[in-house]
């Protein structure tokens, strides 16, 4: 027999055995048992907290004919059929992987017939924020007029990214991230019940380390109980787990009090490549802290074990920075914690963060010439952020950056090299664009932008399509910084793939800053000859002035090329 992973073989099939999630499980308990059914649930929270499990048994606990106290007997054939997922009318969607409007308008004429073999068909839709405009346009008006007997549960990670007429009609739950104490207890009860050894300060590790989400401390456990078998050992859990995070928020604490902000910078895009989101990354990097504060008082106040480092390098940290110095951290972490919360720019944010951290001090420094002018840097680098923020604060979609004021990447660079545009590229785009093709793409940006890797998103949140052909495409960004890195990364070819999968075509992306598009497609159109061929018109209307009838003319030609919106020809 293979091998089957300890999150699938343990996965809850009772309401009981779901995790750290007690007033969720009772609520939808009650719900069966006062059959007081709702016919569409949004489970929110982190990964891995019990999401599509409890869905899976909310599915079992509405159609099992045995259910006793709001639980599935897991015994009767619907009930095994459901845990097999070979119900028919028990139906699982994972909608990052179809996001197609067609998927959803499939759902809405199935969802129309009445249940076959169950008393309720059940859809259960994960990861359901990855939907497009379209696909959720869909669903919103299967649920305006839910079909009887249908019962959606839509599931997420990502709740905010849910439009409001959806969430108006669902029932919220959210899970929340599971209490190490909760991990530890249920590892504990499935070694036990298997058998194995284990010593308890592993298990301890491994819980730290799954931050929250069951799936990953019981798929770490596996890796751990391969290298030893039936045995799980401290040392292994160390190296399993230890290594990748900690080691990360280790190396960037000591970037931050040595004032390696650029190489701060890079480390912080490493811990977040790993997916981690920003809130989590100032969460992790205060307790971190703490963790080094309780150890300077004294070693003995810090369970070194649990942390999934070594004492070795507690020894080192706590000689790194003075108390005084990991209080201003933490003081700086709280205020930026409370600025980001309502962002949905929270990578700016994190940046001005590093560059803080690594700017705090617990005393008058003596600097050197050099590291003087490298703070002076630094400290126009906090300035031109902070602007940056001030600005996406008060206009989130207008006003754009300079190429030129760009903050500056590295400290031993003086200047910024310029943004780099193909205006050639960008010109047979616009010789060939059509407003349909905008209209098309800027539908399916968001899910073009769903396909990019991760590391990514953030840096193209700032971005929209401006002009399409059909084989072609000019995207603006908001900000010259970001937009040099997107042009020197490959950013350009994963959104081509991105495209190419959804549209079924290949494009050209180019690039431009969007301080800069209104003057680039100005230029073209005048290139173009748009103020020439009207001239030739002139004397047919002598009640205009020729250059107000000119930009008329651009304005129109503008207007079919791009659309009706912010089209402002500005005079030479
Ligand atoms: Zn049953």
């Not at 929250?212 to 751990?224: C, E, F, K, P, T």
């Not at 003596?366 to 400290?379: F, H, T």
Request: glycine share 4%; aromatic share 6%.
């Amino acid at each position: 027999m293979s091998y089957q992973a300890l999150y699938r073989v343990w996965r809850p099939q009772r309401f009981a055995d779901v995790v750290g999630q007690e007033v969720i499980t009772q609520t939808l308990k009650n719900a069966i048992i006062t059959n007081q059914i709702s016919h569409a649930y949004l489970f929110a929270g982190p990964r891995g907290t019990g999401k599509t499990s409890a869905a899976k048994i909310f599915a079992k606990a509405v159609n099992c004919h045995h259910q006793k106290d709001g639980e599935p007997c897991n015994e009767c054939e619907t009930c095994k059929a459901i845990t097999a997922g070979t119900l028919n009318d028990v139906i699982e969607i994972d909608a990052a992987s179809n996001n197609g409007v067609e998927e959803i308008r499939d759902i809405r004429d199935k969802a129309k017939y009445a249940p076959t073999q169950a008393d309720y068909k059940v859809y259960i839709i994960d990861e359901v924020h990855m939907l497009s405009t379209g696909a959720f346009n869909a669903l919103l008006k299967t649920l305006e007029e839910p079909p009887a007997n249908v019962i959606f549960i839509l599931a997420t990670t990502e709740p905010h990214k849910i439009p409001l007429t959806i969430l108006s009609r669902v029932q919220r739950f959210d899970f929340h991230r599971i209490s190490a104490q909760d991990t530890f207890e249920r590892m504990k009860y499935i070694l036990d019940q298997k058998g194995f050894q284990y010593e308890e300060k592993a298990l301890w590790v491994i819980a730290n380390a799954a931050e929250g989400g069951m799936r990953d401390a019981l798929s770490i456990l596996d890796q751990v109980l391969s290298f030893s078998d039936d045995n799980v050992k401290l040392d292994d859990a160390l190296l399993v787990t230890g290594s990748v995070t900690k080691q990360l928020l280790l190396t960037y604490f000591k970037q931050v009090v040595q004032h390696q902000g650029p190489e701060a910078l890079k480390t912080m895009g490493q811990i977040l490549g790993q997916g981690k989101d920003g809130q989590r990354f100032i969460e992790d990097l205060i307790s971190f802290i703490r963790d080094i504060l309780l150890y300077q008082e004294s070693p003995e106040l810090l369970s070194v074990e649990t942390t999934g480092l070594q004492t070795s390098d507690f020894d080192e940290l706590s000689q790194l920075a003075s108390a005084q110095l990991m209080y201003q951290m933490i003081d700086i972490l709280n205020q930026i914690q409370d600025e980001m919360r309502f962002t949905t720019h929270p990578d700016v944010y994190l940046e001005v963060l590093t560059i803080r951290l690594s700017q705090a001090t617990d005393q008058q420094p003596q600097v050197d010439q050099a590291s003087q002018k490298e703070m002076d840097q630094l400290r126009g680098q906090v300035q031109e952020l902070q602007q940056l923020i001030q600005k996406l604060q008060s206009q989130p979609a207008a006003a754009p950056v300079s190429a030129k004021k760009t903050p500056r990447r590295q400290a031993d660079t003086s200047k910024t090299p310029p943004v780099r545009i193909n205006l050639e590229q960008v010109y047979q785009i616009l010789d060939h664009a059509t407003k349909q093709d905008l209209v098309d793409l800027q539908d399916m940006w968001p899910d073009i932008l769903n396909m990019l890797n991760p590391a990514y998103r953030s840096l193209i949140e700032l971005s929209k399509p401006v002009a399409a052909s059909p084989d072609g495409v000019v995207v603006s960004f908001d900000n010259g910084f970001l937009l040099q890195k997107a042009s020197v990364g490959n950013l350009a070819d994963d959104i081509n793939q991105g495209m190419e999968k959804i549209t079924g075509s290949e494009r050209h992306v180019t690039f431009v800053p969007s301080a800069k598009w209104p003057q680039i497609r100005h230029d073209f159109l005048a290139d173009r000859g748009y103020f020439d061929h009207h001239q030739d018109k002139k004397v047919a209307d002598p009640i205009k002035q020729p250059q107000e009838k000119a930009h008329e003319q651009i304005v129109s030609q503008a207007q079919k090329m791009f659309g009706t919106d912010d089209v402002e020809i500005k005079d030479d």
